[in-house]
């Protein structure tokens, strides 16, 4: 099957620089991610909204989720079911929870933690100012 999946498209990946990939996936630890972060954290639950970021998909299905944390760069949410990841999605926070606008992200990690909850990490397309009452309680963890 592997050998199938490296001969399957166009970029005939060849085998060792496959392996190569999968040597640095392990790599990548929480610590690590957290070590390489670029932007202060904030841990917040906060309503989302998640729809199709293409105008002629947006109507076909939307989702709510809850934040768990953010940051100027991008955010974690809880999902009750998985979104593709590397697909780009329009993000709305509830207003009256997080006073944020209409936010375009690229989803980049897609977790299932249970039946019906996705842990799901999305990075802004344009960094995002935070409310400066959000900058009082930042963490220092680095996103």
Not at 4 to 18: F, I, N, Q, V, Y
């Amino acid at each position: 099957m592997f050998d199938e999946l490296l001969e399957s498209d166009d970029r005939r990946w060849d085998k060792e620089g496959a392996f190569e990939m999968l040597k640095e996936l392990e790599q990548n630890t929480p610590e690590e991610i957290r070590r390489q972060r670029t932007h202060f954290r904030v841990q917040i639950k906060a309503r989302i909204t998640i729809t199709p970021a293409n105008t002629s998909a947006a109507c076909e299905w939307r989702m709510q989720g809850t934040t768990g944390d953010l940051s100027e760069g991008g955010c974690r949410a809880l999902l009750p079911a998985p979104i593709m990841v590397g697909d780009v999605y329009r993000l709305e926070f509830d207003r009256t929870q997080l006073d944020l606008p209409l936010t375009f992200v690229r989803c980049v990690r897609c977790l299932m933690l249970a039946e019906e909850r996705f842990e799901v990490g999305f990075r802004f397309f344009s960094l995002v100012s935070l409310p400066d009452n959000l900058r009082a309680v930042t963490s220092k963890t680095r996103r």
